[in-house]
């Protein structure tokens, strides 16, 4: 898998996953609560409003901001959902129409739609998925518009048991405010990098 791309703090911490900060802040107040009230200080016990206030300021922000990389989750996770599902075409309502596949790596050649949506159909045609767990699922927004996602499954699709799988997905805002995936690498396939060329 490649590295991600660089997140900043207050985008990892505040706008993705707010909980740990905002339950922190949240626990060090109550413990100024507690501890004030326990030794006679009102002076911490009104402290305690200044992280309280920080607390809920950070889960309300986390919670009412939707990142590039929650966008990018959910529609790496609906196509995930529609290829178990056998939907093709529903499959394909989640790709750009200048989408592009890549084999092995992210900077080798890239295969245009019609190469992805034959692959798609193929798949559904020649794959039943019997299970599919998806083990990694990773959101690193690059701009407001565009998010990389690095996605691990492991899925049965009939032959010999689950293997798994690494995608990178990259998912962008569209003219028309929709979300879709404009570039997919599949990095391998039961730890194996897929020929570079199919």
Same mark, same amino acid.
């Given at each position: 898998?490649?590295?991600?791309?660089?997140?900043?703090?207050?985008?990892?911490?505040?706008?993705?996953?707010?909980?740990?900060?905002?339950?922190?802040?949240?626990?060090?107040?109550?413990?100024?609560?507690?501890?004030?009230?326990?030794?006679?200080?009102?002076?911490?016990?009104?402290?305690?409003? !200044?992280?309280?206030?920080?607390? !809920?300021?950070?889960?309300?922000?986390?919670?009412? !901001?939707?990142?590039?990389?929650?966008?990018?989750?959910?529609?790496?996770?609906?196509?995930?959902?529609?290829?178990?599902?056998?939907?093709?075409?529903?499959?394909?309502?989640?790709?750009?129409?200048?989408?592009?596949?890549?084999?092995?790596?992210?900077?080798? !050649?890239?295969?245009?739609?019609?190469?992805?949506?034959?692959?798609?159909?193929?798949?559904?045609?020649?794959?039943?998925?019997?299970?599919?767990?998806?083990?990694?699922?990773?959101?690193?927004?690059?701009?407001?518009?565009?998010?990389?996602?690095?996605?691990?499954?492991?899925?049965?699709?009939?032959?010999?048991?689950?293997?798994?799988?690494?995608?990178?997905?990259?998912?962008?805002?569209?003219?028309?405010?929709?979300?879709?995936?404009?570039?997919?690498?599949?990095?391998?396939?039961?730890?194996?990098?897929?020929?570079?060329?199919?």
């Amino acid at each position: 898998m490649p590295d991600p791309p660089s997140v900043g703090l207050f985008t990892r911490f505040v706008l993705e996953n707010p909980y740990p900060l905002g339950v922190g802040l949240a626990a060090f107040a109550l413990v100024l609560v507690v501890a004030g009230f326990r030794e006679g200080r009102m002076d911490r016990v009104r402290l305690a409003g !200044v992280p309280l206030l920080l607390a !809920v300021a950070v889960l309300a922000t986390g919670t009412l !901001v939707v990142t590039s990389a929650e966008r990018g989750k959910q529609v790496t996770r609906a196509l995930v959902d529609a290829l178990v599902a056998d939907d093709a075409v529903g499959a394909m309502r989640l790709f750009a129409d200048d989408a592009l596949l890549h084999l092995g790596a992210t900077t080798n !050649v890239g295969y245009d739609i019609d190469f992805i949506r034959d692959g798609v159909s193929r798949f559904v045609d020649r794959f039943d998925v019997v299970s599919n767990r998806v083990t990694m699922l990773d959101g690193y927004r690059e701009t407001a518009d565009r998010a990389t996602i690095h996605l691990g499954a492991w899925t049965d699709a009939g032959g010999f048991g689950p293997a798994p799988s690494q995608w990178v997905v990259v998912v962008e805002r569209q003219t028309d405010d929709t979300w879709k995936v404009t570039d997919l690498t599949l990095i391998s396939v039961a730890g194996r990098a897929p020929p570079t060329s199919w």
